[in-house]
Antibody, heavy 117, light 107 residues
Framework: QVQLQESGPGLVKPSETLSLTCTVS????????WNWIRQPPGKGLEWIGY???????NYNPSLKSRLTMSVDTSRNEFSLKLSSVTAADTAVYYC???????????WGQGILVTVSS | SYELTQPPSVSVSPGQTARITCSGD??????AYWYHQKAGQAPVLLIY???ERPSGIPDRFSGSSSGTTVTLTISGVQAEDEADYYC??????????FGGGTKLTVL
């Protein structure tokens, strides 16, 4: 069974860079679309973007200028960097696998990242 | 930016049928997906490609599509179905988007 696990700091200072990693187990990262999705406390879901295993990316235009995603197939993990964070970036961040045409079938448990000094 | 519109809340009694709609201009051309999310948990995929149900999802969950609106129908609602429900699709440039979510209350 495919499992995803987010990791990274739970607290980031304003103006700094938020960095998260998602480790994939139970299957290879060398296919599919690997996504980041976030959910501010008490609010709805926001798609951040995805990286395909070959490195192609598709970012939410509202975040694109601050986003970098990367994939490490040798470690079966992918990463998110979001620069110049503010309190508005405080959210639970989920990583998720999207199959072509099959939606977000697998999700991590989520990690709360708080932006605060 | 592209938006998917859902009602903020739907209420239904146990055993009845709940219908949650999602509207968006690109839905006639883009597939829709449905998820539910219980408190403190990650979302779970319920429906993909408008009408298809992943293995393990009860058949009381079904999806339909008509023009710019897709609908999630939950037949014989159970107390355990109380959750937030989200539709998801893409705009015509390939940006993926979620609806605002609908809180289903089982009375």
């Amino acid at each position: 069974q495919v499992q995803l696990q987010e990791s990274g700091p739970g607290l980031v200072k304003p103006s700094e860079t938020l960095s998260l990693t998602c480790t994939v187990s139970g299957g290879s990262i060398s296919t599919y679309y690997w996504n980041w999705i976030r959910q501010p406390p008490g609010k709805g879901l926001e798609w951040i973007g995805y990286i395909y295993y070959r490195g192609y990316t598709n970012y939410n235009p509202s975040l694109k200028s601050r986003l970098t995603m990367s994939v490490d197939t040798s470690r079966n993990e992918f990463s998110l960097k979001l620069s110049s964070v503010t309190a508005a970036d405080t959210a639970v961040y989920y990583c998720a696998r999207a199959d072509d045409g099959s939606g977000f079938a697998y999700w991590g448990q989520g990690i709360l990242v708080t932006v605060s000094s | 930016s592209y938006e998917l519109t859902q009602p903020p809340s739907v209420s239904v009694s146990p055993g009845q049928t709940a219908r949650i709609t999602c509207s968006g201009d690109a839905l006639p051309k883009q597939s829709a997906y449905w998820y539910h999310q219980k408190a403190g948990q990650a979302p779970v995929l319920l429906i993909y490609q408008d009408t298809e149900r992943p293995s393990g999802i009860p058949d009381r969950f079904s999806g339909s599509s008509s023009g710019t609106t897709v609908t999630l129908t939950i037949s014989g609602v159970q107390a355990e179905d109380e959750a937030d429900y989200y539709c998801q699709s893409a705009d015509n440039s390939g940006t993926w988007v979620f609806g605002g979510g609908t809180k289903l209350t089982v009375l």
